[in-house]
């Protein structure tokens, strides 16, 4: 669940409360060049400002990495390797949005 935003608290409080099935705190970061999944960081702390070891990890997704390696993909004409399968039953809107952004110098 993306946690940025206004509603970061609650999204954490969700995802603390469903861990068990695997919804998990994840936040976009948009440097170049990091990887597409970081290591989780525990967010939680106590009145003393330390770490709760058992509370809500958050996960940053490295966002342009991850949107240039589906474009990647998504530029692959042939099935194999790299190649990406869709559904016949996804709607023109799908595809609209898939690729609604352009990269900016």
Known sequence: MDTGGHFTHQAYNYCRQRERERVVAV?????PSKMVKSKATVQDVNWGGKI???????????????KDLIYG??????????????????LHEFYTQLTAEARVP
């Not at 936040?27 to 440097?31: A, K, T, V």
């Not at 070891?53 to 991850?66: I, S």
Request: glycine share 14%.
């Open 27 to 31: 936040r976009g970061d948009p440097q």
């Open 52 to 66: 709760i070891k058992k509370g809500v990890r958050l996960w940053y997704v490295g966002t342009d990495t991850a």
């Open 73 to 90: 993909r998504l530029c692959v004409e042939k099935p194999g390797a790299g190649y990406v399968h869709f559904s016949k039953d996804l």
